[in-house]
């Protein structure tokens, strides 16, 4: 179970993603959170979806 106290429906995407990385350096953010903090501000922004395994050269072409 999550660890962190935050849920999309509370605030922002930029703010939860925000809120998350504040939680991560004290531990008590799931990397599973970050990830769908980041999804879900990736939708809202109508961006293309980004994936933790591209390679640096990829992402930046």
Known sequence: MSQSTHTPTEVSPT??????IEDAACGM???E???DALTLLEQALHL???SPHLEREEVAA
């Not at 703010?15 to 998350?20: A, G, K, P």
């Open 15 to 20: 703010q939860l993603l925000r809120n998350l």
């Open 29 to 31: 953010a799931l990397p």
């Open 33 to 35: 959170e970050l990830h």
């Open 48 to 50: 293309a979806p980004t």
